[in-house]
């Protein structure tokens, strides 16, 4: 079955960068686009960043400009890193795959229900 373990949450100081992981099982990963979402305290989950099966990215506008996204199949891995960090972005960070063999290459998803697999979360706490 198919698993994705988060790992590199942590507490991290304003203006500060962390580097996210997601390692993935039970799958294929260049058959997949990628995403990580956030929820914060008291909010709804939120979108964050996503990579299509051929390497495009498409960032929600409160992260654009201060985080990447990338992929490493061999790897089975996907990574996010975050640079210049907010307190406003302390919240529980998740990986999530969205099998997309029969879209395009460039399919850049970005709603919760086009992800079929998610992982169980990583804790990123960022201090003002």
């Known amino acids: 079955q198919v698993q994705l373990v988060e790992s590199g949450g942590g507490l991290v100081q304003a203006g500060g960068s962390l580097r996210l992981s997601c390692e993935a099982s039970?799958?294929?990963?260049?058959?997949?686009?990628m995403g990580w979402f956030r929820q914060a305290p008291g909010k709804e989950r939120e979108f964050v960043a996503t990579?299509?099966?051929?390497?495009?990215?498409y960032f929600a506008d409160s992260v654009k400009g201060r985080f990447t996204i990338s992929r490493n199949n061999i790897k089975n891995t996907v990574y996010l890193q975050m640079n210049s960090l907010k307190p406003e972005g302390t919240a529980v960070y998740y990986c999530?795959?969205?099998?997309?063999?029969?879209?395009?290459?460039?399919?850049?998803?970005?709603?919760?229900?086009?992800?079929?697999?998610w992982g169980q979360g990583t804790q990123v706490t960022v201090s003002s």
């Open positions: 999530a795959a969205a099998l997309s063999t029969d879209r395009p290459q460039w399919w850049l998803p970005y709603r919760q229900y086009e992800y079929g697999d």
């Open positions: 039970g799958l294929t990963l260049g058959n997949y686009a």
């Open positions: 990579i299509s099966r051929g390497g495009n990215t």
